[in-house]
C-alpha cells in the first residue's frame, strides 16, 4: 500500500486546511486509516483515526472539535478537515493505515505517507 499526502499550507491562527492521503496498491476498506503529526523537536502523535465503517472515528484531544476525519472508499482517500487551527497545530502531518484495529501509537501503523507541512501562524 502507498499512501500520499497532500493539503498541508501556511495559514493564519483560527484558519482553515483540508488535508487529503490518497492510498493505491493492494488498498482495502478494511485498512485503519489515521492522521499523525511531528512538530520540530517532538515525537510523532495521533491526531486522528478512522475504521472502514466511518461511525469508527477516534480523536485525540487536542484536535477534538476542530478537527474531522473522513475517508472516501470508492477513491481510496481520506481526508482531514482541521478548522480553527492554532499555533500548536504547526508540524508535518503523516497519513498511516493499517490492518484492523486502530491504535494512537506510530509503530503499529504499516505503511506511513511522506508527510506533508503545516504551518499556523499567530
Known amino acids: 500500500v502507498q499512501l500520499q499526502a497532500s493539503g498541508g499550507g501556511s495559514v493564519q491562527a483560527g484558519g482553515s486546511l483540508r488535508l487529503s492521503c490518497a492510498a493505491s496498491g493492494r488498498t482495502s476498506s478494511n485498512y485503519v486509516m489515521a492522521w499523525f503529526r511531528q512538530a520540530p523537536g517532538k515525537e510523532r502523535e495521533f491526531v486522528a483515526a478512522?475504521?472502514?465503517?466511518?461511525?469508527?472515528?477516534y480523536y485525540a484531544d487536542s484536535v477534538k472539535g476542530r478537527f474531522t476525519i473522513s475517508r472516501d472508499n470508492a477513491k481510496n482517500t481520506m481526508y482531514l478537515q482541521m478548522s480553527s487551527l492554532k499555533p500548536e497545530d504547526t508540524a508535518v502531518y503523516y497519513c498511516a493505515a493499517r490492518l484492523s484495529a486502530y491504535y494512537t501509537n506510530p509503530s503499529r501503523y504499516d505503511y506511513w505517507g511522506q508527510g506533508t507541512q503545516v504551518t499556523v501562524s499567530s
Open positions: 478512522i475504521g472502514w465503517i466511518e461511525s469508527n472515528i
